[in-house]
């Protein structure tokens, strides 16, 4: 059973930077598309960016520039870094590992941003 856990949210300052942690157990990471997603308050989930098990990327298109996903095969860990960070980018952010057309959500980790 595949378990997923972020980390790395918190209070950030308009315009700093944030790196967030995607980790996932119970599978070879290698097998593994990572996608990260948000939530703010009253709002629907949407996709910030994916990336899949050859590295490929993908970025939402209103997310392009300021946000980079990455992953650490051998370190079982994916990370969205966050530039330039705006009051908008408030949200709960969540990853979501998928294999086998069956995605394992985390719990989340909030990023607020304050301006």
């Known amino acids: 059973q595949v378990q997923v856990v972020e980390s790395g949210g918190g209070l950030v300052q308009a315009g700093e930077s944030l790196r967030l942690s995607c980790s996932a157990s119970?599978?070879?990471?290698?097998?593994?598309?990572i996608g990260w997603y948000r939530q703010g308050r009253g709002k629907s989930r949407e996709l910030v960016a994916e990336i899949g098990r050859d590295g490929s990327t993908l970025y939402a298109e209103s997310m392009a520039g300021r946000f980079t996903i990455s992953r650490d095969n051998a370190g079982q860990t994916a990370y969205l870094q966050i530039h330039s960070l705006k009051a908008e980018d408030t949200a709960a952010y969540y990853c979501?590992?998928?294999?086998?057309?069956?995605?394992?959500w985390g719990q989340g980790t909030q990023v607020t941003v304050s301006s």
């Open positions: 979501s590992a998928k294999w086998l057309s069956i995605s394992t």
């Open positions: 119970g599978v070879a990471f290698s097998v593994l598309t």
